[in-house]
Each structure stands twice: as C-alpha cells, then as structure tokens.
C-alpha cells in the first residue's frame, strides 16, 4: 500500500542551525506531497506543497523538492529558529484515492537557544 | 473564508462513558469531512470521511462511529470508551472537488481516557 516514512524524532538543533528532515514515499500511482505542521497543543497547518516531479514547495523559509527518481520530500531550512519548534508531518495524497492523505509518523522539532 | 471548529479541545472521560465530538465547517458547501487520531507517540490515523450527508466511510474497525447530520457538521462518537480511545482527535475539511486538494485541520480534541 501507500506509505511515508519520517526520520524518526526527536531532533534537536541550536537556533541559527540548518534543518533536514528526511521524507520517503511509496506509492502505486503519482502523489502530490505534503508538508504539515503541528505547534503544541494545536492542529495541523499545511507548511508546503509540491504536485508534481522536480516542483519545489517553499513557505517561511522552509522547503522541499520532490523527486520522483528518490521518491522523497525532504524538509530543509536553512537557519531554524525557536519558533519552529514543532512536530513535522510528511503526507500525500494520489490521483483517484478519495482526496485521503496518507501521513508519515511525524519528526519532532526541539530548537533551542 | 473558510473556518473549522472543533470542540471540545480537551476531554477526560471514564473507560464505558459515551463520546460525541463535534466539527463545525463554515464558508464552504458540500465539503468533504475527515477524522483523524493521533495516538501517542504514532503517526496520523484517518478514522473517517464523508463526501456528503449521511455518507460515511470507516477506514480503520474500531469502537467508534461516525455521522453527518448536516452539510458542514461530522460528529465523532463511542457508545462506550475503551482506554485505548485515549488520544489526539483531528477534524479535517477539504474542497468538494475531485484533485487534490491539501486538507485543512481544526485544532483538535485531546481525549483521555480513565
């Protein structure tokens, strides 16, 4: 079936530091992928997206390229800040499937000063 | 714009007591509705969804059932807890449109379970 998989978490970086979360897929047809994230003690915000190959989804400062040829999304910022302490979740969704997203795990996010 | 409200945001509840958590979409028509769970220290769960009144779909078997009364309102209920119902509850809505189309969470009700 359809999966994501995430860097399993935590991941602790100092402010200013560079980001990489690390995201996988498998699907049988051609996804269009996702980048929630979830604050504490609240519900999911979608961060970015990209549906289609070498498409490039970028939203405060955050960004990932899917590559169809590594079937992979991975999440890079270039200098974290406290604030972006969260926990980040990977998703897709498929042609045809229901407009249902199919979450990875999630990473959580510890930046400190 | 569009809004989602869910309620309650927290909830402590006795293993055998009923559940009923609500979701409230406003600025759309005709959307399609999710639930989702967030048990923890796992991932997301998609429980349920709807693409109309009174059309339910169950992903997962489970003790709890789902119902669309209203155009923009999914409820989330259990006749009796389990304490493995203890967990992070999400709604969702998204565009009622055939793409794909991102969904849009509420803030979600964190059950527990005793």
């Known amino acids: 079936g359809d999966s994501v998989t995430q860097m399993e978490g935590p991941v602790t970086l100092s402010e200013e530091a560079f980001l990489t979360i690390n995201c996988t897929y498998t699907?049988?047809?051609?996804?269009?992928l996702f980048w929630y994230v979830q604050y504490p003690g609240e519900g999911l915000q979608l961060l970015l997206k990209?549906?289609?190959?070498?498409d490039k989804g970028s939203n405060k400062g955050f960004e990932a390229t899917y590559r169809k040829e590594t079937t992979s999304f991975h999440l890079e910022k270039g200098s974290v800040q406290v604030s972006d302490s969260a926990v980040y979740f990977c998703?897709?969704?498929?042609?045809?499937?229901?407009?249902?997203?199919?979450f990875g795990t999630g990473t959580q996010l510890k930046v400190e000063l | 714009s569009q809004t989602i409200h869910q309620w309650p945001a927290t909830l402590v509840q006795p293993v055998g007591s009923p559940l009923s958590l609500e979701c409230t979409v406003e600025g759309t028509s005709n959307p399609n509705l999710y639930w989702y769970r967030q048990a923890a220290g796992r991932g997301l769960q998609l429980l349920f969804y709807?693409?109309?009144?009174?059309?339910i779909s169950s992903e997962v078997p489970q003790n709890l059932s789902a119902s669309r009364p209203q155009d923009r309102q999914f409820i989330l209920s259990s006749k009796k807890l389990l304490l493995s119902d203890s967990g992070f509850y999400l709604c969702a809505w998204s565009p009622p449109i055939q793409g794909l189309s991102p969904l849009h969470f509420g803030n979600g009700t964190r059950l527990t379970v005793t």
């Open positions: 699907a049988t047809g051609y996804p269009s």
């Open positions: 990209a549906t289609k190959a070498d």
């Open positions: 709807s693409v109309g009144i009174g059309q």
């Open positions: 998703a897709l969704i498929l042609t045809g499937g229901g407009n249902k997203l199919t």
